[in-house]
């Protein structure tokens, strides 16, 4: 297992840096800004919402060069933003870091964007002295890093160029420890915690690879979020947070639903509810739910209703929007992958009855289609393909045309396109859409010997692959009981 982000070889990687912030509780700001040699009529001032860019001012050139941000009514959230050039949007950064740090000035110059002359702000004086700071080392660390870079380096050459990368990472963190040490609560601070490497032990006592790797995984879910202040709503509009967060959901866990919810709790947990950054957190985690194209993800989905809107932890959410929501996730509730799927009481072409729990079978895939709908015409072939390789491995198709009060038509398409031999039912009270929720056609749910809801809402073409890893599961599974 390789842990990608925790293998930043340099500390450089902190020039990669942008925005945050929560409205203050001042109510003005006047930020002036002159750039040398720059003569556009206009100048934007932009900052972050989680991986989102938004402009939130603009200024015009006054007369003597100057561009001026300014509101007599409102306080700009705290955090880094990006002062936009036009028309090419090359830009240089600032910082709001305190509640009485909204006024003051910024001065550089066409030729060098990033040397900044600051005046009535102390947070952006230790901003840009750690900016500067990072560009000489980077600067100064680039001869050894294009050495490492170059195939045809020898390898001499780059033993030394390692050890000068590892004397520039020295001072780095040297120079970082002293910020912490002497603005341990300033904006500048922050930003170190949450960038910074923050890589496992090495566990070399453990002598087996992949346990070590197993190791080092287990501490990092455990620990990855300690030095990230989830409490300082000035992270809010960070990009480097919004990735940071991302990679700890998405790629230090197992992408089930029930771990998937575990580790969006770890991190709200940190968070103080009644923030800024928990509320974004929030929304953002139950849209990604939402919106996942990954099977079983609506279980995330039905959590995140269940323990942040239902509880009343959302208390920015609209009523209204929340009981929308609760209903939502009462309907899913009963089809989420590993409960036992709603029993349906059916007729038969032929006019007997059937229920769903009659049909015995390895797998039952329930089939939801309509004769008009262009998405199940091309999923007919696959079905057809799929049931002639797996009806004799104890497989049953249970159809049921959604199109119930034209089920003349149903059955011409059944004929014409010679799927008689699979299980079609009907039901003239349509209590199918209840049951199963049914908003869209082809709706398929694959249910294992026991009824249970093993997969779901996939398309045709996936059939054969999703039941060839569930047999290649349970197989598995008896060869492990042995």
Request: aromatic content about 12%; proline content about 4%; glycine content about 4%.
């Amino acid at each position: 297992m390789v842990f990608k982000e925790m293998n930043v070889r340099y500390l450089l990687c902190s020039l990669a840096l942008l925005l945050t912030g929560l409205l203050t509780a001042q109510e003005s700001y006047r930020i002036t800004v002159k750039i040398d040699g720059y003569d556009q009529e206009v100048l934007s001032l932009a900052n972050n919402l989680l991986d989102k860019q938004f402009v939130v001012d603009t200024a015009y050139r006054a007369d003597d060069g100057s561009y001026v941000f300014a509101s007599d009514t409102s306080a700009l959230p705290r955090g880094i933003y990006l002062v936009v050039l036009a028309p090419d949007n090359n830009y240089f950064q600032m910082v709001v870091g305190n509640d009485d740090d909204q006024v003051f000035s910024l001065h550089t110059r066409m030729e060098e964007l990033s040397s900044v002359k600051v005046g009535s702000s102390l947070e952006n004086e230790r901003f840009f002295s750690y900016l500067d700071f990072l560009n000489k080392m980077q600067e100064e660390s680039l001869e050894y890093q294009n050495i490492l870079k170059d195939s045809t380096s020898t390898a001499v050459a780059k033993e030394k160029a390692t050890a000068m990368m590892e004397r520039f990472d020295q001072k780095v963190t040297a120079f970082q420890d002293g910020i912490l040490e002497k603005y341990p609560e300033s904006f500048v601070a922050a930003i170190i915690k949450t960038n910074r490497p923050f890589p496992p032990p090495a566990f070399e006592d453990i002598q087996d690879p992949d346990a070590r790797s197993m190791a080092q995984l287990r501490w990092l879910q455990a620990h990855y979020l300690d030095p990230i202040p989830l409490q300082d709503d000035r992270i809010l509009r960070t990009p480097f947070l919004f990735s940071r967060l991302n990679y700890y959901v998405d790629r230090l866990f197992v992408q089930d639903p029930d771990t998937v919810s575990m580790a969006i709790d770890r991190v709200l947990e940190r968070m103080d509810p009644k923030s800024e950054l928990f509320k974004h957190y929030v929304v953002h985690f139950i849209n990604k739910a939402a919106g996942s194209k990954f099977v079983g993800m609506d279980a995330v989905y039905v959590h995140m209703v269940d323990k942040y809107y239902a509880s009343g932890l959302a208390t920015w959410a609209d009523p209204d929007q929340v009981a929308s929501m609760m209903e939502n996730a009462d309907k899913t509730r009963p089809l989420l992958i590993g409960k036992s799927a709603p029993n349906l009481t059916m007729t038969r072409r032929d006019g007997s009855p059937v229920e769903l729990y009659d049909v015995k079978a390895n797998y039952t895939v329930l089939y939801f289609w309509q004769f008009s709908c262009p998405s199940c015409k091309k999923s007919t072939p696959y079905m057809k393909d799929f049931y002639a390789k797996w009806k004799d491995k104890g497989v049953e198709i249970f159809a049921i045309c959604t199109r119930q009060t034209e089920l003349g038509k149903c059955w011409e398409y059944v004929d014409e396109n010679e799927i008689g031999e699979w299980l079609h039912a009907t039901d003239r009270y349509q209590r199918f859409h209840l049951e199963y929720n049914v908003q869209s056609t082809p709706s398929i749910y694959v249910l294992d010997e026991n009824k249970k809801i093993v997969s779901k809402r996939i398309g045709a073409e996936q059939l054969d692959e999703v039941l060839t890893a569930l047999e290649a599961q349970k197989a598995s599974s008896r060869s492990g009981k042995k």
